[in-house]
């Protein structure tokens, strides 16, 4: 069997990576070709994403990897989700694609009545929240009603660089299922939706299929590399939580409940259908298209975003950058109480200063006096994490109406051990770890689909399974007070 050796471009807020991926038909070999740093611009009081610098940087790593292999087979590109451009009918794009931390989406969802927004996920399977496409969608009609009259056609970012890609236009299904503009059941364009908010039925792309082939690379693109040969770019998962439940090593035939914990952490377990019921709504829980039609009923949660900002913080109050690893030493060596903060607070969304804006949060609720101190700050969000892992897979449970055993987290905040062994504690069920590079492996799985259509999701799934060591946690100590302490701050009591 000859080896096939595929790109997996894996960009997120903080960085967009190069993964080559080798595949010999039994085992699946990842190297990090390149890594590059990503940030948000803000202008003019709008924050954007340089898709350009971003599409820029994804070709460099590419021909990074051209040098490293014989052939280059297939390319794949995950991003995360909500954020979009708009094209004219010439194909021009009209806008750099705004941050779904902007504001302003949450205008519009503020408008919304409570029932209309019952409505909606009825509808969609998809929770309304602020920093949906649809919101975002009906601010810019507002805020820049010349760019969105001359719209013809809506990409989401993975989208928009398939098309810088091959020339061709498609929304893939898992990235368009966090707009808020599809039916879940049909994975159609919700024409209600459309017709309830005055958008175009028109204004997307035709929905693509996974693993199946969106277009070959483009001429100037393979010259600009130095290849002759086609590379096809095939349909993944392009939404980073899909792709990353993909590359979870579950085995067997059992459900699974997962964390894929990076920005955002989503927390939630795989389906076949879409659960839409007023308990999903009130539980805050949505059905978002997975992997191969599959469904991720997930809670969008805070994730590493607000230790990353905590990290940044310090490193400038130090003068210098510095690694995991002395956070982690910084933190070790503290011995004095823990208190913890609602993480889905609104506060800590997007707030200019994270660590002033916790402390005060702290004071408010009484739990702190004196001197702010990082090392404490740092392991209040690991608990408050933590806490709010449990309490989600404890709400999934209710609702599944399954007990599970296990809980795998899987991605870049896999690494953070202390949040994995207090999951482990506050939820009483053994906690396996999944890769880092979850997202780059679920892409290069449906590439591997691809070559080899006759795997099923659970192959797919085991080839992950056997060439990777999970770490185990099981619970030690548990003190569920904390737990306690959390849901009291999340009814409004200590304040």
Not at 13 to 25: A, C, H, K, P, V
Not at 299 to 320: C, D, H, P, V
Not at 394 to 400: D, F, R, V
């Amino acid at each position: 069997m000859t080896e096939k050796n595929m790109v997996a471009f894996d960009c997120g807020n903080s960085s967009f990576r190069t993964i080559l991926g080798r595949y010999d038909g039994k085992k699946l070999v990842t190297e990090v070709v390149d890594q590059v740093p990503n940030y948000m611009i803000e202008v003019n009081g709008y924050f954007y994403w340089d898709i350009l610098y971003i599409y820029k940087g994804l070709i460099d790593g590419l021909k990074k990897t051209t040098a490293m292999v014989k052939k280059i087979d297939s390319i794949g590109i995950c991003t995360w989700g909500v954020d979009f451009a708009l094209f004219s009918k010439e194909g021009v794009m009209l806008n750099n694609p705004c941050s779904y931390r902007n504001p302003y989406g949450s205008e519009i969802f503020n408008e919304i009545s409570a029932d209309d927004k019952r409505s909606i996920f009825y509808e969609t399977g998809i929770l309304c929240d602020k920093i949906n496409s649809l919101f975002l969608l009906n601010a810019l009609n507002k805020k820049m009603p010349t760019i969105t009259d001359s719209a013809n056609t809506l990409l989401m970012i993975p989208d928009i660089l398939n098309y810088f890609f091959t020339g061709c236009m498609i929304n893939e299904p898992s990235e368009f299922s966090t707009t808020q503009l599809m039916n879940v059941k049909t994975k159609k364009v919700s024409k209600k939706i459309c017709d309830m908010f005055s958008i175009r039925h028109n204004l997307f792309a035709p929905i693509g299929t996974h693993g199946t082939v969106l277009g070959n690379l483009k001429s100037e693109i393979k010259k600009e590399i130095g290849i002759e040969y086609d590379i096809p770019v095939i349909c993944v998962p392009s939404h980073d939580t899909a792709a990353a439940v993909m590359a979870v090593p579950a085995t067997g035939n059992d459900a699974f409940m997962f964390i894929s914990a990076g920005t955002w952490s989503l927390i939630g377990t795989e389906l076949a259908e879409p659960l839409i019921s007023d308990d999903v709504l009130t539980a805050g829980l949505t059905n978002e298209v997975g992997a191969f039609d599959s469904i991720t009923l997930l809670k969008n949660s805070a994730g590493m975003f607000i230790l990353q900002r905590l990290k940044k913080e310090y490193e400038t109050e130090l003068g210098r950058e510095i690694e995991w690893k002395e956070v982690d030493l910084l933190t070790a060596a503290y011995k004095g109480t823990i208190p913890i903060i609602l993480v889905n607070d609104v506060r800590f969304f997007n707030p200019a200063s994270m660590s002033e804006t916790i402390w005060k949060y702290l004071l408010q609720t009484r739990q702190v006096t004196g001197n702010k101190s990082w090392a404490m700050l740092f392991r209040c969000v690991e608990k408050s994490l933590a806490c709010s892992y449990a309490l989600t897979l404890a709400e999934i449970e209710k609702i599944c109406k399954n007990n599970f055993n296990s809980v795998y987290i899987v991605g870049g905040g896999s690494r953070n051990k202390t949040i994995d062994q207090l999951t482990a504690n506050y939820t009483g069920k053994e906690v396996l770890t999944g890769a880092k590079e979850s997202t780059s492996l679920g892409n290069l799985l449906t590439q591997i689909k691809y070559f080899y259509p006759e795997l099923s999701r659970k192959d797919l799934r085991n080839i992950v399974a056997k060439n990777m060591q999970s770490i185990r946690y099981t619970a030690q100590n548990p003190d569920k007070s904390d737990l306690a302490v959390y849901q009291k701050l999340a009814s409004g009591g200590m304040n």
